[in-house]
């Protein structure tokens, strides 16, 4: 899977700018703040639909104009299409071949990308919100089915807390929206609760290899349903909630839902369901987000990212395309970088750097260079 060529029109700093890439590593090289990482965001943009910096889209806009373009060629699946999105005060308009899809969902699936920021120790040190992100983006560019589900699960449950501030409260009404949400939560926890059986030991295998054995990390769904949490007490194992239906799923969440509801009028918002939940992440047991040093979490999120890469192969036979935005330079341990560079000669990689410093030996060889400075990207040599 391969980005060819990257065409941006008033997307942050960018004015106009069409770039070529090389299928091998690309290395776009310039001073802080010239539109590095903008040009890292727009090409993930493609691939997860959402922006991994900003929930607005009015932010993606240059300022002053009204709309903008990114498009790019790709090649997946042994085919090259070309992906397009323009984005405006009107909405989002998303092209595949020229031709405009009517759902985001018909959109995503074609080409896939992960981007290994600095920001990614928040995955390990921040709040359960960044967590779930994590979650949602990487489910999202390889089921698009995953955001159907969420986006309706996230329009009932926002109905769901408007009635429960509203008194006298509606209880006919929280019926219809506890089945909808008991619905498509159902969907969404089994797609996440497989996809972390999926991913934990990929993530636990590459942990190893970085830390040498010397601990081991656990990846595990934390569910604020009682039944499927790991924090009520005789909680069940991740493997066993991969394989519960749907149905099961459903009805479980529906009666949390009930047993919680006079609690939730209480407290006017909804206190149950996946928008709540987290993923656990421990070293020998120990909970990394407070015990873990800081060497540790960087491998941990490592570790999280090259697990994707290769859980994005499996489900799609190809390695994404993979963004790497000023990591390099931050990878002081030898076996941490080494396993990047590893898997940056396996896939086409765009990395982003301030100086040719951090790019050492067969990666300089063979990389193509870039200059980036005030919104103009232009091919070195
Ligand atoms: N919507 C926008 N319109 C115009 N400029 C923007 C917009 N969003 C960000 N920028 C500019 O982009 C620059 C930052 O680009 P970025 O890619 O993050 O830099 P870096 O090269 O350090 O990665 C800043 O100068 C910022 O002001
Ligand atoms: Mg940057």
Known sequence: MW????????????????????????????????GKTNALEAIHLLAVGKSHRTHRDAD?????ADGATVRAVIHAGGRQRTLELRLGSGGRRALVNGVQQAKMTDFLGHFQAVLFSPE???LVKGGPALRRRFLDMELGQTQPAYLYHLGHYQRALQQRNALLRRVPVDEASLEVFDAQLAEHGAQVLRRRMRFLADLAPIAADIYATIADGRETLDVRYASTLPQFGDDGGGGTTLEATAEAEVGTLAEVLLRALRVRRAGDIRLGTTTIGP?????????????AHS?????????????????EMEFIRRQTGEYPVLLLDDVLSELDD????????????????VLTTTSLFPLTGRLREVA??????????????
């Open 3 to 34: 980005v060819q060529s990257l065409y941006l029109r008033s997307f942050r700093n960018y004015e106009e700018q069409e770039v070529s890439f090389h299928p091998g590593v690309n290395v776009l090289i310039g001073e802080n703040a010239q």
């Open 60 to 64: 993606l806009v240059r300022r002053g």
């Open 120 to 122: 990614d120790l928040l």
């Open 275 to 287: 928008h709540r939940d987290d993923l656990r992440l421990t070293l020998d047991g120990i909970p």
């Open 291 to 307: 015990f873990a040093s800081q060497g540790q979490q960087r491998t941990i999120a490592l570790s999280l990212r090259l697990a």
């Open 334 to 349: 030898g076996r941490q970088k080494n396993l990047v560079l590893a898997m940056s000669e396996k896939v086409q990689t």
């Open 368 to 381: 193509r260079l870039f200059s980036v400075c005030s919104g103009i990207i232009q091919a070195e040599g």
